[in-house]
């Protein structure tokens, strides 16, 4: 494992009422799960940089209400079949995991799909009724 050293100001322990190895656990902690918020690592990349378990990242997850369950844009793309008319079936990402996600990468994963369904609503029968409005 590396090990890495920064400068604090002194008072940054006693303001915050922590002492320096619960600072640094806190920090980890928040660098993870920040870090999993955008996206930029997985979950079980989060806990272990976090230096949790993966139920524990989970209850940081919570107490920094950030939401627990998202994909990263790679690991739902995988999942994704090229075809559009059935886009999510049960071991797919539901609706709401990719709500969940940053709305750029939610972008990312459903701009292949926009002109299919902009087609579907001109060219469906059961959907033509909404090409007026």
């Known amino acids: 494992m590396k090990s890495v050293s920064i400068?604090?100001?002194?008072n940054v322990?006693?303001?915050?009422?922590k002492q320096?190895?619960?600072f640094v656990r806190e920090m980890r902690i928040a660098a993870a799960v920040k870090w999993y918020e955008l996206g930029e690592i997985?979950?079980?990349?989060a806990a272990e940089i976090a230096g949790l378990s993966s139920s524990?990242?989970?209850?940081?997850?919570?107490?920094?209400?950030?939401?627990?369950?998202?994909?990263?844009?790679?690991?739902?793309?995988?999942?994704?079949d090229s075809d559009s008319t059935v886009v999510f079936s049960e071991n797919k990402p539901s609706?709401?995991?990719?709500?969940?996600?940053?709305?750029?990468?939610r972008?990312?994963?459903?701009?292949?799909?926009?002109?299919?369904?902009?087609e579907d609503f001109l060219t469906d029968p059961e959907l033509t009724e909404f090409s007026g409005l």
């Open 42 to 45: 997985s979950q079980l990349k």
């Open 56 to 80: 524990e990242f989970m209850d940081a997850l919570s107490r920094y209400q950030v939401a627990a369950g998202k994909y990263m844009p790679e690991e739902i793309a995988e999942k994704l």
């Open 20 to 22: 320096p190895n619960e």
């Open 107 to 118: 972008h990312k994963l459903l701009v292949p799909f926009i002109a299919a369904t902009a």
């Open 13 to 17: 322990f006693s303001d915050l009422h």
């Open 7 to 10: 400068d604090l100001p002194e």
């Open 95 to 105: 609706l709401r995991e990719i709500a969940a996600l940053p709305i750029a990468e």
